[in-house]
C-alpha cells in the first residue's frame, strides 16, 4: 500500500476533481502544490484548506511546456518531501471530426495528453528518489470508449491511457518506487461540459445546450466521491481506478463487445433520456 503523507503537486486543481482532491488530501496529511490557470480559485482553495497544510499555488497552463517544467522546479523547492503527482487538468471540445479545425484539436491534445506527459516527465526523476511514490494520470470513461461528437476527446483520453499503461510497466520492470494509476471517471458533476469549447463548423446552439443538459443529467458522482475513489485507488496501488457505476458498465461492456458495443450503449442512453423526459428514473 502506498501512504498518503508527503506532499502532492495537483493541476487542474481550482475546480471539480482536483480541487475535492486538494482538500481530502489535506484531510488526510498532506502538503500540496496546486496549479491552475485560475489564480482567483487557488487562492479561494487555499483559504479554504486553511494553515492546517503548507500550501503553494502555482499559475500554470499545462498546455505551455516551460509553465510545467516552472511549475515542477517551484513545488519540488517548496515542497522537498512531494511524493505524488496528479496529472488532472483537462478541457473539452464540442463537435464532429469534420466540425473541428486541426487548431482546436492541437490545443486539446496540447492540455489533455501533452500536460500529462510533460507533467511526469517534469516530476519524474524526483520521485524516483523518493523510497515511495505515485504518479495518477488522469484518463476518462471516454479513454476505453469512443462515443461519436468526441473524436479529439477520446483521442487524447486513449493516448493518455496508452501512455501511463506503458510507463508503468517501464517503471515495475526497472523496479522503480514510483507507482502510476491511470484513472477512468464517467460522469462526474464538474463544469466541464458547460466550459467546452465547441467545434468551429458547429452552428447549431441548441445542440450544445442539449448536449450540456445531457451529460449533467447524468453525471451522478460528485467530486469528492471521485477524488475519494482515487485516493483508495493510491493508498491500494490501483493500476486502473473506475470512477462510477456508469464507468464500471461501459468498461465491462466494452470487453464483450469491443467492436460494437455503441449500438447497445446509444440504445440505453436513448432509454435513460426518455425516462428522464417522462418524470421516470
Not at 34 to 54: P, V
Not at 82 to 98: D, P, Q, W
Not at 251 to 257: A, E, H, V
Request: contains cysteine; glycine residues 8%; positive net charge.
Amino acid at each position: 500500500m502506498t501512504a498518503i503523507r508527503g506532499a502532492a503537486a495537483i493541476t487542474g486543481a481550482a475546480s471539480g476533481i482536483g480541487r475535492a482532491l486538494a482538500i481530502e488530501l489535506a484531510h488526510r496529511g498532506c502538503d500540496l502544490a496546486l496549479a491552475d490557470r485560475d489564480e482567483a480559485g487557488l487562492k479561494s482553495l487555499a483559504a479554504e484548506i486553511g494553515a492546517q497544510r503548507k500550501i503553494s499555488v502555482h499559475r500554470v497552463d499545462v498546455g505551455e511546456p516551460d509553465d510545467i517544467a516552472q511549475f515542477a522546479a517551484e513545488a519540488l523547492a517548496a515542497h522537498p518531501a512531494l511524493n505524488i503527482v496528479i496529472n488532472n487538468a483537462g478541457v473539452a471540445l464540442m463537435g464532429t471530426f469534420e466540425e473541428i479545425d486541426q487548431a482546436q484539436m492541437d490545443w486539446l491534445f496540447d492540455i489533455n495528453f501533452w500536460g500529462v506527459v510533460h507533467g511526469t516527465r517534469a516530476f519524474l526523476p524526483h520521485l524516483k528518489a523518493r523510497p515511495e511514490a505515485h504518479i495518477v494520470n488522469i484518463s476518462s470513461i471516454f479513454g476505453i470508449i469512443a462515443p461519436p461528437g468526441q473524436s479529439a476527446y477520446a483521442a487524447a483520453k486513449f493516448a493518455v491511457r496508452g501512455f501511463s499503461e506503458s510507463v508503468r510497466h517501464e517503471l515495475a520492470v526497472a523496479g522503480s518506487p514510483v507507482r502510476l494509476s491511470v484513472v477512468h471517471p464517467g460522469g462526474v458533476a464538474t463544469s466541464i461540459a458547460r466550459s467546452s469549447r465547441t467545434g468551429v463548423g458547429v452552428t447549431d446552439n441548441a445542440r450544445r445546450a442539449q448536449a450540456i443538459d445531457r451529460f449533467e443529467s447524468a453525471a451522478r458522482t460528485t467530486p469528492k466521491d471521485a477524488a475519494l475513489r482515487i485516493i483508495r485507488g493510491i493508498e491500494h496501488n490501483e493500476p486502473r481506478i473506475l470512477i462510477g457505476n456508469d464507468a464500471r458498465f461501459m468498461d465491462i461492456l466494452q470487453r464483450f463487445r469491443p467492436g460494437t458495443y455503441w449500438a447497445p450503449l446509444q440504445r440505453r442512453l436513448e432509454k435513460m433520456a426518455k425516462g428522464k423526459s417522462s418524470g421516470t428514473q
